[in-house]
Nanobody, 121 residues
Framework: QLQASGGGLVQAGGSLRLSCAASGRTFSSYVMGWFRQAPGKEREFVAA????????FYADSVKGRFSISRDNAKNTVYLQMSGLKPEDTAVYYCAAKRTIVEVTRPSYDYWGQGTQVTVSS
């Protein structure tokens, strides 16, 4: 299971750190990703990191503002978000994928329940 936390209400320009804790199995060999979904929109890719952390992927919309990292010893992945904008408002989901193929598509094997991020202008 994946449990996302850390969401909340923040003003534009502010920062939040999301955490995704895994339980029930170890995800140290999985690609871990973050997606988000705003009301009325499709789920979109935000960031992903391979099991070793050697490869990291970001959506163009968050490059330079968001940073993904993982701590395999804690079975946890993080999403540090800074310079938040109102258009970042969404429910953020963490997910795990067995392979590195198509990491920007929502074809992940496991999903967390989501955490709400709201950015006020």
């Amino acid at each position: 299971q994946l449990q996302a936390s850390g969401g909340g209400l923040v003003q534009a320009g502010g920062s939040l750190r999301l955490s995704c804790a895994a339980s029930g199995r170890t995800f140290s060999s999985y690609v871990m990703g973050w997606f988000r979904q705003a009301p009325g929109k499709e789920r979109e890719f935000v960031a992903a990191v391979t099991w070793s952390g050697a490869s990291i992927f970001y959506a163009d919309s968050v490059k330079g503002r968001f940073s993904i990292s993982r701590d395999n010893a804690k079975n946890t992945v993080y999403l540090q978000m800074s310079g938040l904008k109102p258009e970042d408002t969404a429910v953020y989901y963490c997910a795990a994928k067995r392979t590195i193929v198509e990491v920007t598509r929502p074809s992940y094997d496991y999903w967390g329940q989501g955490t709400q991020v709201t950015v006020s202008s």
